[in-house]
């Protein structure tokens, strides 16, 4: 049924001109919906490429540490010293935080250093893809890919 539905042109206004709209194979439709006289698509877009997120690198890599049986051990500790670790840094930005002048002074240089990463890496796009390529060797070189 869907796929008879979206083969059928479906009319559109832009810019005050009516036009046909016909769903191609590039953007599944996932479904239609009809309020008051209106048709509304609800489109879903996929991604064909192998390394479609690092995220899932990042999770495989730690299954297959985990599956191995003698580096169970090192994941838990790794694991228990990260928390440490997050722990123990709230307790010093607690500390830091009552000591007076130095909020202030350290607000005033995270709001410098956000102005120039904003100006060295994200304000051009030669810039950005420069950041992206340096991300990327880091956590190749982290996961060693």
């Known amino acids: 049924m869907a796929s008879i539905i979206a083969s059928l042109p479906l009319p559109l206004l832009i810019n005050g ?5 016909k769903p191609t194979s590039t953007f599944p ?4 919906r009809e309020r008051q006289g209106r048709v509304g698509i609800v489109v879903r877009a996929t991604s064909d490429s192998s390394d479609s997120s690092t995220s899932l690198s990042v ?9 191995k049986p003698e580096d169970r051990i090192a994941v838990i500790g790794l694991g228990f010293t990260a928390i440490i670790a997050f ?6 930005v ?8 130095i909020p202030g002074f350290l ?3 995270g709001i410098l250093f956000s102005a120039w990463f904003v100006y060295r ?9 420069e950041l992206f390529r340096n991300i990327n060797k880091s956590l190749a070189n982290i996961l060693d890919q």
């Open 17 to 21: 001109v009516k036009t046909s709209l």
């Open 29 to 32: 439709v996932c479904a239609f």
């Open 59 to 67: 999770v495989q890599s730690v299954q297959n540490l985990w599956d």
């Open 87 to 92: 722990w123990a840094s709230i307790n010093v």
């Open 94 to 101: 607690a500390a830091v935080d009552k000591l007076p002048l």
């Open 107 to 109: 607000e005033f240089v």
């Open 121 to 129: 890496y994200l304000l051009f796009k030669p810039d950005r893809e």
